[in-house]
């Protein structure tokens, strides 16, 4: 089992309600789609979020989203551990699923391989 950023499958739930074309290269393995940021709350479409040097999730209007990151992460990781995930594939440049990301983070220091996709 592996968990998948729901919007690489082609689910509308980026933060501008765009539709990602289903990525082709995916592993072929039982999968379960996750969006973290819907998990922890947050509406689609939402406003942009950057992360502020002091590790806070903002939004465009200033507004602090970090406790609903956080909520997300920490829902996908329950997946994985409900289901013995060992890997996941998540959405590169996403303040949630990127190299950054709050949820990549979680999940890597849990000892669950992280592998980002464009």
């Known amino acids: 089992m592996i968990i998948i950023s729901a919007c690489l499958l082609g689910i509308k739930c980026r933060y501008d309600g765009k539709r990602l074309k289903p990525r082709r290269k995916l592993p072929k393995e039982q999968i379960i789609p996750a969006c973290p940021e819907q998990l922890g709350g947050l509406s689609t479409p939402r406003l942009k979020v950057t992360i502020n040097a002091k590790g806070r999730v903002i939004n465009e209007k200033g507004e602090d989203v970090t406790r609903n990151f956080r909520l997300g992460a920490n829902e996908v990781l329950k997946i ?39």
């Open 80 to 118: 994985a551990r409900m289901f013995g995930v060992k890997k996941a594939f998540l959405k590169s440049d996403s303040p949630s699923c990127g190299s950054n990301g709050i949820t990549a983070k979680r999940l890597e220091r849990a000892g669950i391989k992280v592998v980002w996709v464009d």
